[in-house]
């Protein structure tokens, strides 16, 4: 019967052509848009993570309360000892300290004057020690002019801050700000390379030089103003980061040390935790809308079609088909209809989804004033579950607009069949 029924929706295009079509494009949005919004929440996710978040991110309680201010006054101490016990609590974990903080920056001319300044970020990694770190911001392939810091005294700027300031590679340059207990600090640096993240953030003004060139200007040998961890495969496990950060938050919860280090997950900082649980309900929001509208769309094509076949379900009931056995077939003919246009619809969203992917949409000029940590270019991403995610809004919109529609099958009266064939 279904290979009849098929055969019928094949050869009859009057009778499927528009619902096919329009499950087609109703599954392509389903589908494009359920890669498109998990291609920009991982983007966030990501680039929070390697850049300000960490997979979990361990700070000094006064420096987590205050952390928008940078106070390094208030990092933390013995770091080292501290990374050690953390390696050997979770060895499948990659721990790293970092120091950020601001300054001026000021250019000399050829006789040492100020020749141009501007307010500087300076984010302090291992560079000369840790290549993870390199590898897992990406340094070697942000690198516009230059080269990475090699050796001490160098440091990494911003393709658009050197520009403003006319920095050019191999110039010298000089931090002015202050050190962890107040005093001023002044040190030359030699600029090795610039770098672009497509982080319009952190693109605008900032500077990126050794660990150990950081603790020794703000005088904070073995410290750091946070210590970050990340996963072995690189992915965020939402359970397993908040378990960590509570098991290592009770260790610490009676300690008498007002600066007893403190762990948070990723998303309980920065507002991430929201996005995540947001990207989690998209999903199931746009399925159920274009379920409903598809299902209004689709019963008004049934109610078309049905008032088309009018006197086709008279003929077969003049012949001694039962209202129930044209219902259930009818039912049986939406299914194969919606499984077609989900078929097609999805390969039309996976090819949508593939270009996202690899083209993107550049959005750096809505970015010019914005300090959140997001890429400068949109990417969609392919995942498993748009494999099968179209077939549920096209299938079962199909289904229940024959549903709704085929229910004028039961209000055609036999009595007045053979009039109506005789017209």
């Known amino acids: 019967m279904i290979q009849f029924i098929l055969k019928g929706i094949l050869r009859d295009k009057n009778r499927s052509l528009l619902p096919i079509v329009i499950v087609a494009l109703g599954v392509t949005l389903t589908v494009f848009l359920s890669g498109y919004l998990a291609g920009v929440f991982q983007d966030v996710i990501q680039q929070n993570a390697r850049f300000e978040t960490g997979h979990v991110k361990i700070m000094s309680k006064p420096y987590a309360q205050n952390k928008d201010q940078l106070p390094i006054d208030l990092a933390l101490l013995n770091t080292e000892k501290l990374k050690k016990e953390l390696q050997s609590a979770y060895p499948d974990m990659q721990w790293v300290q970092r120091i950020k903080f601001g300054g001026l920056l000021d250019v000399p001319d050829e006789n040492g004057n100020s020749r141009s300044q501007g307010p500087a970020a300076v984010m302090a990694i291992s560079i000369l020690s840790d290549n993870n770190e390199i590898e897992r911001l990406n340094i070697k392939n942000s690198v516009i002019k230059g080269g990475i810091p090699t050796k001490s005294g160098d440091v990494l700027i911003s393709n658009d801050f050197a520009n403003k300031l006319d920095i050019k590679i191999g110039d010298e340059i000089t931090y002015v700000g202050s050190t962890m207990y107040g005093s001023m600090a002044f040190q030359n640096y030699r600029v090795s390379g610039t770098v672009e993240f497509g982080n319009v953030g952190f693109d605008k003004g900032a500077i990126i030089m050794d660990v150990s060139d950081a603790q020794q200007i703000l005088n904070m040998e073995d410290?750091?103003?946070?210590?970050?961890?990340?996963?072995?495969?690189?992915?965020?496990?939402?359970?397993?980061?908040?378990?960590?950060?509570?098991?290592?938050?009770?260790?610490?919860?009676?300690?008498e040390d007002e600066f007893a280090p403190e762990m948070f997950s990723l998303e309980e900082q920065n507002g991430l935790g929201e996005i995540l649980a947001y990207s989690n309900y998209m999903s199931q929001i746009i399925v159920t809308v274009l379920i409903f509208a598809m299902s209004v769309v689709l019963w008004n094509t049934g109610l078309l079609g049905g008032l088309r076949r009018y006197k086709e379900y008279g003929i077969r009931l003049a012949l001694g088909e039962s209202k129930g056995s044209i219902y259930r077939k009818s039912i049986i003919e939406a299914v194969l209809i919606g499984a077609i246009g989900s078929t097609l619809g999805t390969f039309l969203g996976l090819i949508a989804t593939y270009y996202m992917q690899e083209v993107g949409l550049d959005i750096s000029d809505l970015m010019d004033k914005s300090s959140m940590i997001m890429p400068s270019t949109i990417r969609a991403k392919i995942i498993p579950n748009q494999i099968y995610i179209g077939f549920i809004p096209g299938v079962l919109a199909m289904v229940l607009g024959n549903m709704l529609s085929g229910m004028g099958i039961y209000k055609r009266e036999t009595a007045n069949l053979f009039k109506e064939l005789e017209v």
């Open 223 to 255: 410290g750091a103003t946070e210590i970050l961890g990340y996963f072995g495969n690189s992915q965020y496990e939402s359970d397993r980061a908040n378990s960590i950060a509570e098991n290592f938050n009770t260790k610490y919860k009676n300690s």
